[in-house]
């Protein structure tokens, strides 16, 4: 995918800019306007500008609906022809923000018009983007955190409010926000219109909120067709001939789906020397391999299981953390990161399960009876643990008004249907909450390791006609005999082994190895022990110390969400230790 790095400034000296970046060596994945150019070496498909009119288009991504945008565009300039970026700009002259709505894929989009910037980011936010504004009045834009400050000359500022944030709410953030100094995020299904030196904020993409009129057998039928259009729209549209397959019902779906296409080269995760040391959980019951054979059985699959060593997984730690600009999900991300490598190595695109949780209600929180009563975020139950381990003044702060504002705020904006039984209202705000902040964190995480090995990462599951769908469905249907996703399971059973079919939502895989344990308390011993380390700044010395004599077992629950305890809550503090030592200037550090 196309990297985005864009400037904007109406008043800008567009060539002495160009000299700049040329300098700075980052004009190959520059994208620069003003108020008469837009240029980019990016791909040639994607951007276009018609310089007697001022108007013009630079898109990152991936279109799935280019042949309907086509022919929606034929239908008002029957003579027109030319690449995507002249279509959108035509389209968008023509039909304004009514384009957004009919928009489908993973992208960001830049329309030019004048001295007016339109900014829009696809409906589930799968293509993330960042911005900022410097004192001079520029505008900078980026698909990661680093290319605000590319020049070297500024460097991002974690501050007070950041690290609130981080610690009530970390590694998810506040949608639109980031954990940096005067840093937005665009939130997904948003538009940033940026006119007369000034911004605004518009959601384009809204949830509809209506009576579900269809029986359990058309419902399945119905999402059993969505799905499989999903899949090859993104198919067709990323020439995609590889997948990701755990044995889960989500990736042996899209699997089985995807071999209709033609062959099908399949990639399994495991760490080096996990069997042996595993041990189930409420969370994480069973190992991957007997559902993997049972899919391969079936579909003779070219399977190439990948096997990270524990070293390896410890070492990529800091990596993971620079390609997400922020601490993450410990040897989740490190892990991903390295397998994204694997794979980019055969393979230019890939699909993934991901996100099939939020909308058909995988997650725990969707169906125990003591995580669906929470008035919280349930993934995030660790706060009194969290604001324990902090040292004074850091343990002063609100985090529970923020935590709890936060959740408030986005209950707030869930569509409601007065009509719903308790339990159906219950469901829709949970997909909500899960699909606003949950998801967001696992996309970004997606986007930030593939942005660093250069894969696309496809995900059919994460797609606004389906998530707009499934909202309205009653929960009774989606817990269909009394198994989370049962109406997943129901609409998709006879194409899957039946053990596959019906086996128990595990989530990513993570290292039960001593030799990782071994590694990350070494690491984290030796930062900590190091006079200029920052968590000891912000935490208690005798607390740390105990988490890593205890392998972090005196931290009682997950940091946030299902895995990051014991051995993974050691790792992400090391990218915590890491990030701070980066991004945190020592003006700001006396908090």
Same mark, same amino acid.
């Given at each position: 995918?196309?990297?985005? /790095? ?6 800008? /000296? ?38 007697? @009119?001022?108007? %013009?288009?630079? $898109? ?44 489908? %894929? ?121 799905? =499989?259009? =999903? ?20 990736? =042996? ?20 020397? /996990? ?73 230019? =695109?890939?699909?993934? %399960? ?6 058909? %209600? ?45 959740? $408030?705020?986005?209950?707030? @904006? ?60 009653? $929960? ?29 939502? /595990? ?85």
């Amino acid at each position: 995918m196309t990297k985005i /790095n864009l400037i904007f400034n109406e008043n800008r /000296n567009i060539q002495k800019e160009q000299s700049r970046l040329e300098r700075m060596g980052l004009k190959d994945e520059l994208a620069i306007v003003s108020d008469e150019h837009l240029l980019a070496s990016a791909q040639p498909d994607q951007i276009y500008y018609d310089s007697q @009119r001022k108007c %013009g288009c630079f $898109w990152s991504g991936v279109l799935d609906n280019e042949d309907e945008l086509r022919s929606l565009w034929a239908q008002y300039r029957p003579q027109s022809t030319g690449n995507s970026a002249k279509m959108l700009a035509q389209l968008y002259e023509i039909l304004s923000e009514k384009l957004f709505e009919k928009l489908d %894929g993973c992208f960001v989009i830049v329309f030019v018009q004048g001295h007016q910037l339109h900014i829009v980011r696809d409906p589930m936010g799968v293509k993330t983007l960042y911005y900022t504004r410097k004192p001079d009045g520029e505008w900078l834009f980026s698909d990661q955190i680093k290319g605000l400050f590319a020049e070297g000359s500024r460097m991002p500022v974690v501050n007070r409010t950041a690290l609130l944030e981080l610690f009530a709410l970390g590694p998810s953030h506040t949608e639109g926000q980031t954990f940096y100094k005067n840093i937005a995020e665009l939130p997904m299904g948003y538009a940033l219109l940026i006119r007369d030196r000034k911004e605004s904020l518009h959601e384009y993409f809204e949830l509809n909120v209506h009576r579900h009129n269809e029986d359990l057998a058309a419902t399945a039928a119905h999402v059993r067709q969505m799905v =499989s259009d =999903s899949l090859n729209r993104q198919c067709a549209a990323s020439d995609v001939h590889a997948a990701f397959l755990s044995g889960g019902l989500d990736s =042996s779906i899209l699997c089985a789906l995807a071999s209709k296409r033609g062959p099908l080269t399949t990639y399994s995760l495991d760490y080096e020397g /996990n069997a042996q040391y595993f041990k189930g959980y409420a969370y994480q019951t069973t190992r991957d391999n007997e559902y993997i054979d049972a899919m391969i059985e079936r579909y003779a699959f070219d399977h190439h299981p990948l096997v990270i060593a524990q070293r390896k997984c410890a070492d990529l730690l800091e990596p993971a953390m620079i390609g997400r600009d922020g601490p993450g999900m410990a040897d989740v991300d490190s892990s991903l990161l390295w397998m994204y490598g694997k794979v980019r190595e055969q393979n230019g =695109s890939v699909l993934t %399960g991901e996100c099939s949780d939020e909308l058909f %209600g995988g997650y725990p929180w969707f169906y125990r009876s003591d995580l669906v009563s929470l008035k919280s975020f349930p993934w995030l139950q660790s706060l009194p643990q969290r604001v324990k381990l902090l040292r004074a003044p850091m343990n002063e702060l609100d985090y529970e008004g923020a935590m709890r504002s936060a959740y $408030w705020a986005t209950v707030q @904006r869930a569509p409601k249907d007065p009509f719903d039984s308790e339990q159906d209202q219950r469901a829709k705000l949970m997909t909500y909450l899960t699909v606003h902040w949950f998801m967001q964190t696992l996309v970004q995480r997606q986007e930030a390791m593939a942005a660093l090995t250069g894969l696309t990462v496809r995900a059919p599951f994460c797609d606004a006609k389906l998530y707009q769908y499934l909202y309205n469905v009653p $929960w009774s249907m989606k817990f269909y005999k009394g198994e989370e996703k049962g109406l997943l399971r129901l609409a998709f059973e006879d194409i899957l082994p039946a053990k596959v079919a019906h086996r128990k939502k /595990n989530p990513y895989p993570k290292t039960y190895h001593p030799e990782y344990t071994q590694r990350v308390k070494d690491r984290l011993q030796a930062l900590i022990n190091d006079p200029e380390c920052r968590l000891c700044e912000l935490l208690e010395p005798a607390g740390l110390q105990e988490l890593i004599d205890t392998d972090g077992g005196s931290f009682a629950k997950p940091w946030f969400g299902q895995l990051m305890m014991g051995p993974q809550l050691l790792a992400y503090f090391i990218q915590l230790e890491l990030w701070l030592r980066r991004y945190q200037r020592s003006e700001e550090r006396r908090v």
